[in-house]
C-alpha cells in the first residue's frame, strides 16, 4: 500500500502542501495540465527550489492579478467550477469535500449556512489552485493513503477580511476538533484555514509515521523565516506488513433467563454509548429446558471491566465471563459522494491499498430518503452510482 506521511513539524499550509507534493514527485506540467480544465484565468504558478534552514525545499507561489485576486466566490460557484472541469472524478471529489469541510468551519463560525458562506481569501483563485492542485498531485503520486502527524500549536494575532482576529483563525480551530495537537507554541501562524481542511480532509489518521519503507521525500516551503525550518515534509513509500489491521478484543458474555427482554434495548444502547464495538443476543436453551438469551459484548482489550461493570449493573446476571480474541479487519476509511438527495458517506474496507469493500451508510441514506420522502432504497442505489462514478 502506498503511503504519504504528512510531517507538519511546522505545520501546513495550501502552498506548503503543493511544494511538498511537487518535491516528491508530482509532475509540474501534468499539474497544470490539468488545473486549466478549470478555465481560470489571470494566475501563473511559480516553482522554484529555495533553501530554509539549510534544508532544500520547493517553493509555490500561485501569484494573481489584482482583478481575479479581488473575485470571491461562494461554495456554490466553486462546486460549480469544479464540476464542470475536465478533472478525473476522484479530483473533483476530494477538492469539493476539502472546500465543504472549510465552508461548513467558516458558517458555524460567522453563524452562517455552507452555501451562504461568501468565501474572501478562500474563495479567490489561489485558494482554488492549492486545494484542487493538492487532489491533482496525489492522483499523480498514485492516491497515496495519508497519515498525518500531530499539528503544531501557535498563538498571536492576524488581520483579514473580517478584521483582527486570534490565532490560530476561528475557522481553523473548527477544523481541527478531534485532531492530536503538539505543543509548540510559538508566535504566527501555522496551521492557515486552507492548510487545516486539506489535511483534516485527505488524512485518514493523525500519529507517528506508520511501518513503511521510504522512497521518496518532498519539502514544501513556507513563505515566512522563522527561527526553525519552516518546512512541510512528505514522506513517500510502502507500507511495510502489509495486511489489515489487527489486535487483541475482549468478549464480555453472560447467560440470562430471568430478565425482561424488553430492557435489552437500554442495555445494548448504554454498551454502544459507552463505546462497545458489537453487542448481540443469541437465543439459547438453559437449565431446566428455559429459553434464555446469550448476551455477548465486543470491547477494546482494555476496557474489560468498565464494560462488565455496565453488564452486571443492567442486567439481572450474577456474573460474566471474559475471553481475549485476535482480530484481523479490513483498513476502513470514509468517503462522501453526492447524490440528488445529498451527501451519503461510503464506508470503504481495503487490503493492502485495494477497496475491497464499499457500502454507503444506512444512517445517512435513511436521514436523506426521511428528508426527501423517497424509498430508502433509491437513496442507497444514488450513493452507489456516484462513487462508482467517481472511482
Same mark, same amino acid.
Given at each position: 500500500?502506498?503511503?504519504?506521511?504528512?510531517?507538519?513539524?511546522?505545520?501546513?499550509?495550501?502552498?506548503?502542501?503543493?511544494?511538498?507534493?511537487?518535491?516528491?514527485?508530482?509532475?509540474?506540467?501534468?499539474?497544470?495540465?490539468?488545473?486549466?480544465?478549470?478555465?481560470?484565468?489571470?494566475?501563473?504558478?511559480?516553482?522554484?527550489?529555495?533553501?530554509?534552514?539549510?534544508?532544500?525545499?520547493?517553493?509555490?507561489?500561485?501569484?494573481?492579478?489584482?482583478?481575479?485576486?479581488?473575485?470571491?466566490?461562494?461554495?456554490?460557484?466553486?462546486?460549480?467550477?469544479?464540476?464542470?472541469?475536465?478533472?478525473?472524478?476522484?479530483?473533483?471529489?476530494?477538492?469539493?469535500?476539502?472546500?465543504?469541510?472549510?465552508?461548513?468551519?467558516?458558517?458555524?463560525?460567522?453563524?452562517?449556512?455552507?452555501?451562504?458562506?461568501?468565501?474572501?481569501?478562500?474563495?479567490?483563485?489561489?485558494?482554488?489552485?492549492?486545494?484542487?492542485?493538492?487532489? @491533482?498531485?496525489?492522483?499523480?503520486?498514485?492516491?497515496? $493513503?495519508?497519515?498525518?502527524?500531530?499539528?503544531?500549536?501557535?498563538?498571536?494575532?492576524?488581520?483579514?477580511?473580517?478584521?483582527?482576529?486570534?490565532?490560530?483563525?476561528?475557522?481553523?480551530?473548527?477544523?481541527?476538533?478531534?485532531?492530536?495537537?503538539?505543543?509548540?507554541?510559538?508566535?504566527?501562524?501555522?496551521?492557515?484555514?486552507?492548510?487545516?481542511? @486539506?489535511?483534516?480532509?485527505?488524512?485518514?489518521?493523525?500519529?507517528?509515521?506508520?511501518?513503511?519503507? @521510504?522512497?521518496?521525500?518532498?519539502?514544501?516551503?513556507?513563505?515566512?523565516?522563522?527561527?526553525?525550518?519552516?518546512?512541510?515534509?512528505?514522506?513517500?513509500?510502502?507500507?511495510?506488513?502489509?495486511?489489515?489491521?489487527?489486535?487483541?478484543?475482549?468478549?464480555?458474555?453472560?447467560? @440470562?433467563?430471568?430478565?425482561?427482554?424488553?430492557?435489552?434495548?437500554?442495555?445494548?444502547?448504554?454498551?454502544?454509548?459507552?463505546?462497545?464495538?458489537?453487542?448481540?443476543?443469541?437465543?439459547? #436453551?438453559?437449565? $431446566?429446558?428455559?429459553?434464555?438469551?446469550?448476551?455477548?459484548?465486543?470491547?477494546?482489550?482494555?476496557?474489560?471491566?468498565?464494560?462488565?461493570?455496565?453488564?452486571?449493573?443492567?442486567?439481572?446476571?450474577?456474573?460474566?465471563?471474559?475471553?481475549?480474541?485476535?482480530?484481523?479487519?479490513?483498513?476502513?476509511?470514509? #468517503?462522501?459522494?453526492?447524490?440528488?438527495?445529498?451527501?451519503?458517506?461510503?464506508?470503504?474496507?481495503?487490503?493492502?491499498?485495494?477497496?475491497?469493500?464499499?457500502?454507503?451508510?444506512?444512517?445517512?441514506?435513511?436521514?436523506?430518503?426521511?428528508?426527501?420522502?423517497?424509498?430508502?432504497?433509491?437513496?442507497?442505489?444514488?450513493?452507489?452510482?456516484?462513487?462508482?462514478?467517481?472511482?
Amino acid at each position: 500500500m502506498k503511503i504519504a506521511y504528512f510531517d507538519c513539524f511546522a505545520g501546513i499550509s495550501g502552498d506548503m502542501t503543493l511544494g511538498a507534493l511537487i518535491d516528491a514527485g508530482a509532475d509540474v506540467e501534468k499539474l497544470q495540465d490539468a488545473l486549466s480544465g478549470l478555465h481560470l484565468h489571470g494566475y501563473k504558478i511559480e516553482v522554484k527550489s529555495v533553501e530554509k534552514s539549510h534544508i532544500m525545499a520547493t517553493d509555490v507561489n500561485v501569484v494573481v492579478d489584482d482583478h481575479h485576486h479581488h473575485h470571491h466566490r461562494g461554495l456554490t460557484h466553486i462546486r460549480e467550477i469544479i464540476q464542470q472541469s475536465g478533472l478525473s472524478g476522484w479530483v473533483k471529489d476530494t477538492a469539493i469535500r476539502i472546500f465543504t469541510r472549510l465552508a461548513e468551519a467558516e458558517a458555524k463560525v460567522h453563524g452562517s449556512t455552507p452555501d451562504e458562506v461568501h468565501f474572501h481569501e478562500v474563495g479567490a483563485v489561489d485558494a482554488i489552485v492549492d486545494i484542487v492542485g493538492t487532489a @491533482i498531485c496525489l492522483e499523480l503520486l498514485d492516491r497515496p $493513503k495519508v497519515v498525518a502527524s500531530p499539528l503544531p500549536t501557535f498563538h498571536g494575532f492576524a488581520t483579514g477580511a473580517h478584521g483582527t482576529f486570534p490565532l490560530p483563525a476561528p475557522a481553523t480551530v473548527e477544523l481541527l476538533q478531534g485532531v492530536p495537537l503538539r505543543r509548540f507554541d510559538v508566535e504566527g501562524e501555522l496551521v492557515t484555514p486552507t492548510g487545516a481542511a @486539506i489535511i483534516t480532509t485527505i488524512a485518514s489518521e493523525f500519529g507517528s509515521m506508520p511501518s513503511m519503507s @521510504i522512497n521518496k521525500v518532498g519539502h514544501g516551503s513556507g513563505k515566512k523565516e522563522r527561527e526553525f525550518p519552516n518546512l512541510l515534509r512528505v514522506i513517500l513509500g510502502e507500507g511495510v506488513g502489509d495486511y489489515p489491521s489487527s489486535g487483541r478484543i475482549v468478549v464480555i458474555e453472560t447467560n @440470562i433467563d430471568d430478565f425482561n427482554p424488553q430492557f435489552y434495548d437500554s442495555v445494548m444502547e448504554r454498551l454502544f454509548s459507552a463505546g462497545a464495538l458489537d453487542v448481540y443476543l443469541s437465543p439459547i #436453551q438453559m437449565k $431446566k429446558n428455559r429459553p434464555g438469551t446469550l448476551l455477548s459484548v465486543l470491547c477494546p482489550f482494555d476496557k474489560a471491566h468498565e464494560f462488565s461493570e455496565i453488564v452486571l449493573k443492567e442486567t439481572s446476571t450474577l456474573g460474566v465471563r471474559i475471553t481475549e480474541w485476535d482480530r484481523i479487519c479490513l483498513d476502513r476509511r470514509w #468517503q462522501e459522494v453526492e447524490t440528488d438527495y445529498g451527501r451519503i458517506r461510503i464506508k470503504i474496507g481495503e487490503l493492502g491499498g485495494k477497496i475491497i469493500n464499499a457500502s454507503p451508510e444506512y444512517e445517512d441514506c435513511k436521514k436523506a430518503a426521511d428528508a426527501h420522502n423517497v424509498p430508502v432504497k433509491l437513496v442507497y442505489d444514488a450513493a452507489v452510482a456516484a462513487y462508482s462514478d467517481i472511482m
